[in-house]
């Protein structure tokens, strides 16, 4: 499935396929990833690629969906909805972008296309972001789609400054 964001943004679903780009993606963004994503430390060859890829593919996640982001053809990150709660109604999304393209606001192109397609083809009415209080960029992007901040919870990623909360952004679809 490819779904075409803008003229120079596409998404496809995340597959095997992808394993290489991801980890020739990650091993040129790994200091800026590492900050805030758990799983560097773990995708440092093919196989943790492909790992990485069947922990998503594979998840029990009830609505829950992975995506490759092009931009301007080239791999440049993941975008996950991460499940969605048929009972409270609420999906988590979440993703990733190379430091090389951070700052077109890819994210919030994909999430003008998202949005209205979960709130039309599923029965979500809440989308919930979690960024680390520290992760400014991914704050103003979630902000700039509308979300705002619900709570703080403790982190326990294992990722340099543990002791940074985690931020709960919920946006009303």
Known sequence: M??????????QALTQFHAKELLETVNTSRDDLSV??????TLTD?????????ARKKGK????????????????????IKYIDPVTKVSELGYWLST??????????VLNVILPYLSSSTTVDTVEF?????????????????AKLVKYVGNNMDIPNKDQRL???????
């Open 100 to 109: 090389a393209v951070r700052g077109h606001r890819i994210i919030n192109q």
């Open 2 to 11: 490819e779904l075409e964001i803008s003229e120079s943004i596409s998404l």
């Open 36 to 41: 805030y994503m758990p799983w560097t430390d």
């Open 61 to 80: 996640l009830y609505g829950s969906q992975w995506f490759a982001i092009y931009y301007d053809g080239a791999f440049s990150g993941v975008f996950g």
């Open 46 to 54: 093919m196989a943790g690629a492909r790992s990485y890829i069947n």
């Open 130 to 146: 979690h960024c680390l209080e520290s992760n400014e960029a991914s704050i103003r992007v979630v902000e700039r789609a509308g």
């Open 167 to 173: 931020g709960i952004y919920a946006l009303k679809l």
